[in-house]
């Protein structure tokens, strides 16, 4: 008989925008076991091999088959947790994490046929719910303690330089193969952007603590407060382990050298979400470090951390302008942000660009002059250029945070000179992501530029892979 085709998704509830500004708890509650087996039924189970889902997934996790354990099992919740749970993890080892921050509307979600029927099945959601219900039931650490029990140690060692997505993934894989893993992290925490720069609001820190718990559990260890290149070097790791991985990520900000670029008040996004987030300065002064925040908050750029930034600006009591140099069309952040921002009472302005930022007599950012811009022919991206207009405009602000992209770090790199780098400091590497350096790997934004989370734990397995394959010749 053929199976009821069921158009519309099951919605997941999300906690009221008046509500929610007031605090930095999550939006989005996710589904109960319930909600998540009536989504489930909605998926017509393509045959693997052809599923476009699947082929959409930058690390393949075989989607139909998580999603039919949850209708299979649907009278023994734990059980059917379980064997999703397991699936997922052969291909992916942050679920939690990316059911959370993957742009699923570009990726598995894009093609899934259900979309020319209705709405196309939501994967992102229902991968977090085996992560979040695996977590609160503990049903997590059994699977990894039984899987674990059959790890056999091979005594070779491998470095991992960052604990970003990246770092956290190809030591993840390491580990299961057999390698003594360990990873060096410059700041006090692990997790990379996961950690100092998407807010809680949007990922609870306790859930990427608890996927770093579970890295432990496979043997991993984490060394933080070394920033390689001066706390150990190159050289120094270079003669302890048989190989190394670098996924230190692009952390450093992109700052466009308007006049009054320096004034007090001007943030870089990195900084102002690294102190909201990796410091705690939301809960100032139970956590000591402090940020300082005006009435009017001028955000520019209309990125992912553009959107965190005004979200997270919002919620610390502020009115917040998003200035964007084109249109609602070409901003890159996920759809899901947007619909949140515009939600939680952010502004939005297009076709504006800074000029130069105005100070008071006391270097305090009292206004940015902007230009007004249109859209001209299309860049090296895709998207229309905005050429400026010659028209200008001033308004008040005394709050503005720079959110116009972030760059590899150079000063790491600078160490390493036999490390080839192109012309914008990202690591250049062949098919098997080895660098110039034999038996030296590298991945994620260190070697895309800023990227997502998704392509990022891609090159952290696919590196882990071909690591393997160099040390044992095969
Ligand atoms: C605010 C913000 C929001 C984002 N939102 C999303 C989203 O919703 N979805 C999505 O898919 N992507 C998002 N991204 C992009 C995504 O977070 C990155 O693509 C991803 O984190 C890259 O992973 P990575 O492991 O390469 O690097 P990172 O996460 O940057 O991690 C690199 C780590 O290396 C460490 N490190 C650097 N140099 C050294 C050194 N010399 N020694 C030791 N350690 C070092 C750093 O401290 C850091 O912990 C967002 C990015 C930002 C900034
Ligand atoms: S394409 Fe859609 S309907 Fe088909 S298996 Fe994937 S999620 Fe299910």
Same mark, same amino acid.
């Given at each position: ?85 397991? $699936? ?24 899934? $046929? ?7 099945? !939501? ?20 699977? &990894? ?38 990873? #060096? ?39 933080? !407060?070394? &920033? ?8 120094? &790791? ?23 670029? !320096? ?19 939301? =809960? ?19 990125? !992912? ?29 996920? =759809? ?37 811009? =249109? ?65 030296? #790997? ?33």
């Amino acid at each position: 008989m053929p199976r009821k085709i069921i158009k519309e998704r099951v919605p997941t509830p999300e906690r009221p925008p008046e509500e929610r500004v007031k605090d930095f708890r999550e939006v989005n509650l996710g589904y109960t076991f319930e909600l998540a087996v009536k989504e489930a039924e909605r998926c017509l189970n393509c045959p693997i091999d052809y599923a476009p889902c699947v082929k959409g997934c930058p690390v393949g996790i075989r989607i139909p088959e998580f999603i039919s354990k949850l209708v299979q099992y649907r009278d023994d919740p734990d059980r059917a947790v379980k064997e999703a749970l397991s $699936v997922i993890w052969a291909c992916n080892s942050l679920p939690a994490i990316t059911g959370r921050v993957c742009p699923q509307e570009e990726q598995c979600e894009m093609n899934c $046929v259900m979309g020319r029927v209705g709405d196309k099945i !939501n994967i992102g959601k229902l991968e977090r719910f085996v992560a979040d219900y695996s977590r609160e039931k503990g049903i997590d650490v059994q699977l &990894l303690e039984e899987g674990a029990r059959g790890i056999k140690k091979n005594g070779r060692k491998v470095a991992i330089i960052g604990a970003g997505p990246a770092g956290l993934t190809c030591a993840a894989e390491l580990a299961k193969l057999g390698y003594e893993v360990t990873i #060096f992290e410059a700041l006090h925490k692990p997790g990379g952007v996961l950690i100092y720069g998407i807010p809680e609001f949007r990922l609870p820190k306790v859930i990427v603590e608890r996927e770093l718990e579970n890295l432990r559990r496979l043997g991993v260890r984490i060394e933080t !407060n070394v &920033l390689v290149g001066k706390t150990v070097t190159f050289e120094e &790791l270079r003669e302890e382990y048989d190989a190394i991985f670098i996924g230190t990520g692009a952390g450093t900000p992109r700052i466009y050298p308007w006049p009054g670029v !320096n004034l007090n008040g001007v943030y870089s996004a990195n900084e102002f979400l690294t102190r909201v987030n990796l410091m705690k300065a939301y =809960e100032f002064p139970e956590y000591d470090t402090p940020i300082k925040i005006g009435e009017n908050v001028a955000v520019i750029g209309a990125g !992912n951390t553009a959107m965190d930034a005004a979200r997270s600006a919002l919620r610390l009591g502020a009115k917040v302008w998003i200035l964007y140099r084109r249109t609602r069309a070409e901003m890159s952040a996920r =759809e899901e942000e947007i619909h949140h921002a515009e939600e939680e009472g952010v502004n939005f302005m297009f076709l504006v660009s800074p000029k130069r930022f105005i100070g008071d007599e006391n270097g305090n950012l009292k206004a940015i002059e902007l230009e007004k811009m =249109e859209l001209g022919e299309p860049d090296e991206s895709g998207r229309r250029r905005p050429v400026p207009t010659g028209e200008t405009i001033t308004m008040e602000f005394d709050t503005a945070i720079i959110a116009i992209g972030q760059t590899p770090n150079r000063t790491f790199l600078e160490t390493v000179p036999e490390l080839e780098v192109d012309e914008k400091g990202r690591i250049k590497v062949d098919e098997n992501l080895m660098s110039s350096v034999p038996g030296v #790997f590298a991945g994620g934004d260190a070697i895309r530029g800023e990227a997502t989370v998704i392509l990022a734990m891609g090159d952290g397995k696919k590196a882990a892979k071909a690591i393997h394959e160099y040390l044992s010749g095969s």
